[in-house]
Nanobody
Framework: QVQLVESGGGLVQAGGSLRLSCAASGRTFNNMGWFREAPGKEREFVAAVRRSDGSTYYADSAKGRFTISSDNAKNTVYLQMNSLKPEDTAVYYC??????????????????WGQGTQVTVSS
């Protein structure tokens, strides 16, 4: 099983940027995703990247503002978040999956999770 540790969260004003990191250990990861969970809401998919070729896909809420990428040599995945909005406030989790076909977006498709990092966007 792969172990995941997120970092990079914090407090930022609306319109600002943050870059989240997710370091993987234990074994080489296959594909990685970012999810977020706001208070009182379900955990929702944000973005995912495929290790083999860097292919990506995004939730509609992230398209055009967020960029997911991976550094395979460092076994690390990043989420660059620009033009942040107060509604982006949530705990952000990275997660691992062996699935790529069908663009997995549900929690059940992912088999390992990090502990989460808080992102707070003030208005």
């Amino acid at each position: 099983q792969v172990q995941l540790v997120e970092s990079g969260g914090g407090l930022v004003q609306a319109g600002g940027s943050l870059r989240l990191s997710c370091a993987a250990s234990g074994r080489t990861f296959n594909n990685m995703g970012w999810f977020r969970e706001a208070p009182g809401k379900e955990r929702e998919f944000v973005a995912a990247v495929r290790r083999s070729d860097g292919s990506t896909y995004y939730a509609d809420s992230a398209k055009g503002r967020f960029t997911i990428s991976s550094d395979n040599a460092k076994n690390t995945v990043y989420l660059q978040m620009n033009s942040l909005k107060p509604e982006d406030t949530a705990v952000y989790y990275c997660a691992h999956t062996r699935i790529w076909f069908g663009a997995p977006r549900t929690r059940q498709d992912y088999d390992s999770w990090g502990q989460g990092t808080q992102v707070t966007v003030s208005s």
